[in-house]
C-alpha cells in the first residue's frame, strides 16, 4: 500500500532536550513538508522541500531544522531552541508543490 | 506573502446547507482545494478545482470560485453528523499553504 507514515504517534520530551519526528513516503513523491497545528491556529508551514537534497524555511522555522538525503525520507528535528514545541505536527507530500498533498496521521509531541 | 483566511466557527442543524467560505491573496494556483481533518488524525483531500473554473459539483459538496474576488467556497447538502470536522482550503503557488480551517459542527 501506498502512503505516508509518521512515527511515533506520541512523543514525551524532557526541556532542553533535541527530538527528531520520522516522515517516510512511498508515493515517489518530490516535494514534502512540515505543518505544526495548535489549537485555534489552524496549519503554519515549518518546512518543505521541493526535491531531493534541498529543502527552505516556512513561516515559522525557527528552532526546527531538517533534513532530505533520501526522496522518501524528511525527518524533523525540534531542538531546545523551540520554546514552545508542544503541538500536533503533521507531515505531507506531493508530487510537486501545486497538486494534492498527502498527509500522515501526525504526531503529538509533549514537552514535560 | 501567501495568506489564506477563513472563519473559524460554524454551527449547523442536521439536514441543513453548510456554506464555508476561504479567500485568498495570491492567484498563481492552478488548484485549490479542500481538505477535511477528523479529530487526532492528517487532512484528507475532500475536493478541489481548477482555476478555470467557476463551479465543480460532487456529490453532495458543491465548489464555488470567484477569481476576480480571490473567494472560494464550499458548499455542503443536507449536512451529516459525519460531517463535523475541520475544513481547510488550500490555494499553492509555490508552497501549500492553508487557511486557519473552519471548525463545522452538526447538531442533531
Known amino acids: 500500500d501506498g502512503g505516508i507514515t509518521q512515527s511515533p504517534k506520541y512523543l514525551f520530551r524532557k526541556e532542553g532536550q533535541n527530538v527528531t519526528l520520522s516522515c517516510e513516503q512511498n508515493?515517489?513523491?518530490?516535494?514534502m513538508y512540515w505543518y505544526r497545528q495548535d489549537p485555534g491556529q489552524g496549519l503554519r508551514l515549518i518546512y518543505y522541500?521541493?526535491?531531493?537534497?534541498?529543502?527552505q524555511k516556512g513561516d515559522i522555522a525557527e528552532g526546527y531544522s531538517v533534513s532530505r538525503e533520501k526522496k522518501e525520507s524528511f525527518p524533523l528535528t525540534v531542538t531546545s531552541a523551540q520554546k514552545n514545541p508542544t503541538a500536533f505536527y503533521l507531515c505531507?507530500?506531493?508530487?510537486?508543490?501545486?497538486?494534492?498533498?498527502?498527509f500522515g496521521q501526525g504526531t503529538r509531541l509533549t514537552v514535560v | 506573502g501567501e495568506d489564506v483566511e477563513q472563519s473559524l466557527f460554524l454551527s449547523v442543524r442536521e439536514g441543513d446547507s453548510s456554506v464555508i467560505n476561504c479567500t485568498y491573496t495570491?492567484?498563481?494556483?492552478?488548484?485549490l482545494y479542500w481538505y477535511k481533518q477528523e479529530p487526532g488524525a492528517g487532512l484528507q483531500l475532500l475536493t478541489y478545482?481548477?482555476?478555470?473554473?467557476d463551479m465543480k459539483q460532487d456529490q453532495r459538496l458543491t465548489v464555488l470560485l470567484n477569481k476576480k474576488d480571490k473567494h472560494l467556497s464550499l458548499r455542503i447538502a443536507d449536512t451529516q453528523t459525519g460531517d463535523s470536522a475541520i475544513y481547510f482550503c488550500?490555494?499553492?503557488?509555490?508552497?501549500?499553504?492553508f487557511g486557519t480551517g473552519t471548525r463545522l459542527q452538526v447538531f442533531p
Open positions: 505531507a507530500s506531493s508530487m510537486n508543490v501545486r497538486t494534492e498533498a498527502f
Open positions: 495570491d492567484s498563481s494556483s492552478t488548484y
Open positions: 478545482i481548477f482555476s478555470n473554473m
Open positions: 488550500a490555494a499553492p503557488p509555490d508552497k501549500l499553504i
Open positions: 522541500s521541493q526535491i531531493v537534497n534541498d529543502f
Open positions: 508515493l515517489n513523491h518530490d516535494a
